[in-house]
């Protein structure tokens, strides 16, 4: 008996046509004991589409409010997903984030999950049903709707499984694995058979797009292993475990991300004083806004910094904002913000004791005549920023680099 968690998220269930593909699938690879547990996204671009419609009637919709309204697209999948079931005569129920125990925080479109407490969900698989979760959304211990940010439906199937104890988690999408490089712009990119949690969790929060950073977390804390896969076809994808099983080539670098859902923010004239950074990015936080890279600079004539930072798009308009509140306590010159940028980066653990891999990835952006703005590192990765009509060129430079001839 195996118990086993599937996602499947808004492509993959964008038509009526789609979501009976996938229930002939289960029903076809699912062994006489599994106990299946589906969570699946909003249908194709229907959560775009209602952000399109809350914008029309209120373009600063209150988020407790637009939580509200996403959550029903989940809704009509799983509702949906579960009558399909029900037609091939398979015993099938869907449940909300709220009825299958998703107990989050009250951070209202970025929730994170506190709990799970799967109580109607097992009792489901008890009975023999297959279970259709609702992706992206939770509930408070109030009883306030949330949402868990884009990408929320991966941490939704994570959570499930870890609650349940399954025996495997598989991440259904359009794609067939985890690449060294995005495939849609790099040609030689190649298909990894496994990576650990730590570099996928770095490539998700760099930009690769293919899992949501906090699923990726949540695997590694509870120990479930993730199989990204494609819905399309049967082949073996990524797997994303705690450790590798087969040592592969070229296990410096396991990939290239790229990003440009990234402004660059820098406050100028910032007096050169103990507690002035603290000031800045204590009130972001406050405002549940994540900063990634940051750079203070300094003069040498009057004692003055500019200190510059990276938030989403998403983001930018909040933390001006925040930012411009400061403004009359703090004393700086001003804030500007720039959105023709882009964040390229490589990800490795090998990158520990293996001098001249930031050198490399210069040098291949030299080569290219792609001009940096802003760098950081952490033990594993090595972040750039550049413009952003040249983030296909940097990609494929540096990917060519450690990835001569197309190797693993």
Do not use: W
């Not at 195996?2 to 046509?17: C, D, H, I, N, Q």
């Not at 998703?102 to 297959?130: P, R, Y």
């Not at 929060?205 to 590694?220: S, T």
């Amino acid at each position: 008996m195996a118990t086993l968690v599937k996602k499947f998220g808004g492509s993959s269930v964008a038509t009526p046509e789609k979501m009976h593909g996938i229930v002939d699938r289960i029903l076809r690879e699912r062994q006489p004991d599994d106990r299946i547990v589906l969570v699946v996204s909003a249908m194709g671009d229907h959560t775009d589409d209602l952000l399109t419609l809350a914008a029309k009637v209120n373009p600063e919709m209150p988020k407790r409010e637009l939580d509200m309204l996403l959550a029903t697209g989940e809704q009509v999948s799983i509702a949906l997903m579960a009558s399909a079931f029900c037609a091939k005569g398979q015993p099938a129920v869907s449940f909300t984030g709220a009825q299958a125990g998703i107990k989050t925080n009250d951070k209202h479109s970025k929730a994170s999950i506190l709990d799970v407490q799967a109580c109607q969900v097992k009792q489901a698989l008890d009975e023999g049903k297959i279970v259709i979760v609702a992706g992206f959304q939770g509930i408070t211990d109030l009883g306030q709707i949330t949402t868990l940010g884009r990408g929320g439906s991966d941490t939704t199937a994570v959570a499930i499984a870890a609650g349940l104890k399954a025996d495997m988690c598989d991440i259904y999408t359009d794609v067939d694995g985890v690449y060294t490089a995005d495939p849609r712009i790099v040609p030689g990119a190649q298909k990894l058979d496994e990576i650990t949690f730590v570099e996928m969790l770095e490539l998700a929060r760099l930009g690769a797009g293919v899992m949501q950073p906090r699923a990726v977390e949540y695997g590694e804390h509870n120990g479930v292993a993730i199989h990204v896969r494609s819905t399309f076809n049967d082949v073996t994808g990524t797997i994303i475990r705690e450790e590798y099983t087969v040592q592969e080539k070229n296990f410096v670098i396991r990939g290239v991300a790229h990003d440009t859902n990234v402004a660059k923010i820098a406050v100028r004239g910032v007096s050169d004083e103990p507690g002035i950074a603290y000031k800045i990015f204590s009130a972001l936080a406050e405002a549940n806004i994540d900063v990634d890279m940051i750079v203070q600079s300094a003069s040498a004539t009057d004692h003055k910094n500019d200190i510059l930072f990276t938030v989403t798009q998403t983001d930018m308009v909040e933390a001006m904002s925040v930012i411009e509140s400061l403004k009359e306590t703090m004393h700086f010159d001003k804030a500007d913000i720039e959105v023709n940028v882009a964040k390229v980066s490589i990800v490795g653990a090998g990158m520990l004791g293996s001098p001249g891999i930031a050198a490399g990835m210069f040098g291949a952006l030299a080569k290219a005549n792609v001009n940096i703005d802003v760098i950081s590192t952490s033990e594993i990765s090595v972040s750039c920023l550049v413009p952003e009509k040249d983030v296909k060129t940097a990609v494929n430079a540096i990917h060519e680099h450690f990835f001569p001839e197309g190797a693993k």
